[in-house]
């Protein structure tokens, strides 16, 4: 059965440095992936999703995740974090790809990043 | 604007009284999908759809129920609501077929069931 973990509930950074909020994976083919972010009273927002090819994947809001096939991983980071950053940041992983398919997807237990000046 | 709307935001009912969310998407998209947020446990899925009259059940179906006889909506149904099911609930569109299967989110409903 496929899984989403994301180990760490919180993640405290100051302004300016980088940040990396973890997740990990697992799928029994071959994982379509994704991060979204949550802002507060918001519905959920699509950052960047790796689908196949280049293992670097750049999104909005200067976000980029690596996907790491041996290590089964899907880390976001940001070189440089700011204040507005602060959310909460869900990792996805979705089960199937053909059409007729089932087209389940599992998100992970989230995790709040929280920037400070 | 391409959105995903949900109404009612905020409802608060007894247990037992049946209750619809409506959720209604201007994309054209084929897939929507209900899910239930709480805290420590992230989105659970409840229901799916693929297309028009073609649902099935997510990880957290029990007491819930849903229709999709048109494209743009999909609305939830709780027959008779218990105060297990006080949450966030939020449905979400993407278009299945491609490589775009990306979600786009509605604004949320929080219900509370006393």
Sequence with gaps: AQSVAQP????NVAEGNPLTVKCTYSVSGNPYLFWYVQYPNRGLQFLLKYITGDNLVKGSYGFEAEFNKSQTSFHLKKPSALVSDSALYFCAVREGAGYSSASKIIFG???????RP | EAQVTQNPRYLITVTGK???VTCSQNMNHEYMSWYRQDPGLGLRQIYYSMNVEVTDKGDVPEGYKVSRKEKRNFP???ESPSPNQTSLYFCASSAFQ???YEQYFGPGTRLTVT
């Design chain 1, 8 to 11: 760490e509930d919180q993640v």
């Design chain 1, 109 to 115: 237990s989230g995790t709040r990043l929280s920037i």
């Design chain 2, 18 to 20: 049946k209750l619809t």
């Design chain 2, 76 to 78: 939830l149904i709780l």
């Design chain 2, 98 to 100: 491609g490589p775009s």
